[in-house]
C-alpha cells in the first residue's frame, strides 16, 4: 500500500486527526469485537494488525501493533508520514504462519495488480516472523535507520 498521514491541526473528540489503517481477521465483522465475550472471535484466533495507527491527536508517530490471542505479537512506533507529496510505501506479506511487514525503499517498483516473486522474496529475506509474532526490529525506514 502507499500512503500518507497528513496532520490537519484538528485534534477534536471523538478522533480528531487520528488517522489508522487496520486489517481485521474476517471474523470479526461477522461476530463481535467488543461486547460480549462468549459471542467474540478473539478467543478463536480473530486478531487485528494496525498497520499505521495514531493514538493521539496530531501525535507525530504512529504505531503497528498486532492484537490477538496468540503469544507474541507487540508494536513499533514509527514517524508519521505527513507529506502528502511524499507518501510511503508499506509492504505486509503474510506467508505460513507469519507476517512480514516492511516499509519499502522509495525506488520499490509501483504497486500494480500483482507483486513479482522477486519482490515478494524481497521482502521475505529482508525481515523475519516467527509462527507466533512479528519480528518488530525488522520494521525500520530504509531512509531512516535509526528507526529501526
Excluded at 520499490?108 to 525481515?127: C, H, K, R, V, Y
Aim: proline share 7%; with cysteine; aromatic share 8%.
Amino acid at each position: 500500500m502507499e500512503f500518507s498521514m497528513p496532520d490537519d491541526g484538528v485534534t477534536t473528540a471523538p478522533n480528531g486527526n487520528k488517522p489508522a489503517i487496520w486489517m481485521l481477521n474476517a471474523q470479526i465483522p461477522r461476530g463481535v469485537q467488543f461486547g460480549n465475550a462468549a459471542c467474540s472471535p478473539w478467543s478463536t484466533g480473530g486478531g487485528e494488525l494496525d498497520v499505521f495507527e495514531v493514538l493521539e491527536g496530531g501525535n507525530p508517530n504512529a504505531t503497528v501493533t498486532l492484537h490477538s490471542n496468540v503469544n507474541g505479537g507487540g508494536n513499533a512506533i514509527f514517524q508519521r508520514p505527513t507529506d502528502k507529496k511524499s507518501p510511503i510505501k508499506f509492504a505486509v506479506v503474510f506467508y505460513g504462519n507469519g507476517a512480514h511487514m516492511k516499509i519499502l525503499d522509495k525506488n520499490f517498483p509501483d504497486f500494480g495488480s500483482s507483486m513479482s516473486a522477486d519482490a515478494i522474496n524481497e521482502i521475505l529475506q529482508s525481515t523475519s516472523a516467527s509462527s507466533d509474532s512479528c519480528d518488530w526490529n525488522q520494521m525500520s525506514r530504509p531512509d531512516d535507520p535509526s528507526m529501526s
